[in-house]
C-alpha cells in the first residue's frame, strides 16, 4: 500500500486492488468526512435507487466550504448525470453553487440546521438556481440513513 497527498486528502492506493481509500480532509474535517461516507453511500445505490435519486434531485451542487482559517474546498454532488460525489469543481456546469463553513455544512448534514434558516441568517449563500438547493436536504438525508452518517 502507498499514501498519495492531493490537496488535503491522504489517499491509500492499494496496488492489488487499485483501490484509493480517503481519509478526513484535515483542513475541512467534518465536510471531508460527511462527503466521503455520502461518497460511499452513493457507491452502494443499486442502478434503481441512483436513477430514482438523480430524477428526484436532477441537479449538480457545487460545495464551496471554508475551514476557521478561511480555506476554501471544492466539492460536487452530481445528482443530473452520474449520481456520484467527487472532491473538487463540477465538471458540468453546476445548477447551484452553495458557500458555507465546515461547521454549517455539518450541522445542515446532520439536520440540526434547516436550510432555509442557514440561508436566512447569511450562514449558507447559493449562486444560481437557490430553489436547486432545497433538493439537497433529502439527498443528505437518504444518504445519512444508508451510511449511518
Known amino acids: 500500500m502507498s499514501d498519495i497527498k492531493v490537496e488535503g486528502f491522504k489517499a491509500s492506493l492499494h496496488r492489488d486492488w487499485g483501490i484509493a481509500a480517503f481519509n478526513v480532509d484535515w483542513y475541512h474535517e467534518q465536510a471531508s468526512e460527511i462527503l466521503s461516507r455520502l461518497g460511499t ?16 434531485a436532477n441537479g449538480i451542487f457545487e460545495l464551496r466550504i471554508t475551514n476557521g482559517s478561511k480555506q476554501e474546498a471544492v466539492w460536487t454532488i452530481d445528482m443530473k448525470e452520474k449520481g456520484i460525489v467527487y472532491k473538487g469543481p463540477a465538471q458540468s456546469k453546476p445548477g447551484v453553487v452553495l458557500l458555507m463553513s465546515d461547521d454549517t455544512f455539518a450541522q445542515l448534514a446532520d439536520g440540526k440546521l434547516d436550510g432555509q434558516k442557514a440561508f436566512m441568517t447569511g450562514k449558507l449563500k447559493t449562486k444560481g438556481n437557490a430553489m436547486l438547493a432545497t433538493k ?10 444508508k451510511a449511518k452518517l
Open 41 to 56: 453511500a452513493f457507491e452502494g445505490f443499486t442502478d434503481t435507487e441512483r436513477k430514482a435519486q438523480t430524477k428526484k
Open 136 to 145: 439537497l436536504t433529502p439527498i443528505l438525508e437518504t444518504a445519512k440513513g
